[in-house]
Structure formats: structure tokens, C-alpha cells
Nanobody
């Protein structure tokens, strides 16, 4: 039931900037990782950036220093700020979130929300085109 909706992207000139956003909805109990992938035409899917539950970030070497991933845990959103864009950044960008959904747990006679089945959801993708 976890759904990811992306926004942002578009056409930008080399050296420009764009900001992508991804919002997750549903009965989420916890999130273990938030990631941004991209898939260029004729190429393979590439992991661009990731942020884990403890806030640790990782970036592909090609975007290190230019891109920044951030999250808002309270809102279950993740953003990707892309600066100094180059034509090589042209691709469809997808967000991906892993975690667990909320389920009711019984402890004695008490039911409380707890961690349920794992989920791995993807956004719909957004086109980023960098060209003059």
C-alpha cells in the first residue's frame, strides 16, 4: 500500500540546477533506506544517491559533490538536489524507498502498531534533460 509520487525534473541547460522530490504515502512504520536511481536511454539503471535510516549518505562517483540527497522523516519524503548539471546527467530518475508497513501487534491483551511486512516501492519516474 506504500505509494511513491515524484515531482520535479524537466529541461535545464548545462550548469543549471534541478530539485527532485519524492513523497511516500501509506501505513509506513519504518524506512530503512531512501534511494535515487536513474536510467539513461540506451544505458543501464544506475544508483545515484542513497540515504539510510541513520542518515548516512552515499553517492555515485559521477555526482559526488554536485548532488545532495536529503530526507524529512516526519513527512516520509526524500529530495535530490542536482547542481552543475551536465548532459551526461540526462536520464529518467526514479526514487525508491524500503521499509516496513504498520501492523497491529498483540502483547498480552494489548494491540499496538508495530513493524509489519517489508515493502520496496518505486516512484513513477521523472525525466531530466540537460541540453543547450
Amino acid at each position: 500500500q506504500v505509494e511513491l509520487v515524484q515531482s520535479g525534473g524537466g529541461l535545464v541547460q548545462p550548469g543549471g540546477s534541478l530539485r527532485l522530490s519524492c513523497a511516500a504515502s501509506g501505513s509506513i512504520f519504518s524506512i530503512s533506506a531512501m534511494k535515487w536511481y536513474r536510467h539513461a536511454t540506451g544505458g543501464s539503471r544506475e544508483l545515484v544517491a542513497a540515504i539510510t535510516s541513520d542518515g548516512t549518505t552515499n553517492y555515485a562517483a559521477t555526482v559526488e559533490g554536485r548532488f545532495a540527497i536529503s530526507r524529512d522523516s516526519a513527512k516520509n519524503t526524500v529530495d535530490l538536489q542536482m547542481n552543475n548539471l551536465t548532459p551526461e546527467d540526462t536520464a529518467v530518475y526514479y526514487c525508491n524507498i524500503e521499509g516496513t508497513v504498520t501492523t497491529m501487534k498483540q502483547w498480552g491483551k494489548i494491540y499496538r502498531p508495530g513493524s509489519g511486512p517489508a515493502f520496496n516501492s518505486w516512484g513513477q519516474g521523472t525525466q531530466v534533460t540537460v541540453a543547450s
